[in-house]
């Protein structure tokens, strides 16, 4: 294997930069191992934990559905045990799956032999983009950001709740509320954060690499001139989109409670989510429609080119001439053509897309079936179950 090759296979996504790095120096991972169900314990329990702890204290934890006490609200388990916990145990697979697709294209190889070195290349840029002390910097100042615009939300609703105390002097947060402010909910939406911009830097990557000079045929028995491969990718990201969907459906089911979101509006809330999330991952698939446009363009070509010589020299041997516009010189020159019929008839038939639907489904259904769990708290489920199925079958 050549140094390029080594390079190129070297795209570890759940490591580096500088959180990866305190978790290195704390003991919660290893270089060989992430230990994700560990941490994901350890960050529930600082998230989630704390918080009901101080709540139980405060008598807080659990009370009539009205005064909205810890235990009972659904924005809270979604945000600090499910999603967190998702968005940990999905690094693995994700990372697992990235990196058998680089290794995919020195397999074959797809690359062509000027490619790898680009492409090595590219995948240094992306390590030192994964890397950046500055991205993850931006991830914790949009997260603290997002914490405060959560605590002006808790505030304008009022109340009483678990995380804020109303007496006659005005409003003030619980011990539980400051520590959700000032860790959990920062910590929630940095790891979301994190794993987006993570998710951008690869698909950064796969439209470089879509640029190079590649090695491809519309005859490769996966109907996608041999990249179906890289259109699996997405599926390594269903427990990420799961997570993160069960705290949209939080909120979509504290709506539908208050009755502040109709049915009507919830269905094309659905539909509206799904299309954020495929699109997501369209975007650095869709780079790949290209090359492979113009390969099917191009085989198309040479092949009705090829088909004409063939049929003619056919219908030479056949009558003894040709009917239309014969020529003795033709004759001379092609003696046997090769039928490409067979060559016609797949490139047709290939795909440009890498989007196959076999392969998003799960995605889909991961993305769909927290929303459908929040609207069966107001809707019939097989009315639901309908709408999710038309959605995913599009």
Known sequence: MSASENRIGDFLSAHGGPFYDLQLRLRMLRE????????????IALAWGVPLLFTLIAGKATGPFAERPYLLDIGVWAR??????????AEGRVEQQLRQTLRQFTLAPLLAPTSFEPAARAVAA??????????????????IALSLLSLFNVIHNGGHSWALNVGPDGSALTLAGWWCLLFSNPFFFFLLLRGLWRHFVWSMLLRWIAALELRLVTTHPDGSGGLAFVGRYPNAFALFIFGLSCVVAAGLAHQL???????TAFGYVMGLWLIIVLAAFAFPLLAFTKPLAALKQSTLLLSSAKGTQFQRQAERKLLGANVAAADPAEAAELQDVTDPAKQFDATRKMSTLLLDRSALIPLGGAALLPLLAAGATQMPYKELLSVCKKLLLL
């Open 32 to 43: 060989n191992a992430l230990n994700a169900g560990p941490r994901a314990l350890a960050f």
């Open 80 to 89: 600090f045990v499910v999603a967190i916990a998702a968005f940990t145990l």
């Open 126 to 143: 992306s390590l030192k983009l994964r890397d950046s002390r500055v991205a993850e910097a931006v991830c914790v100042a949009l997260a």
């Open 257 to 263: 409670l208050q009755e502040t979101l109709t049915v």
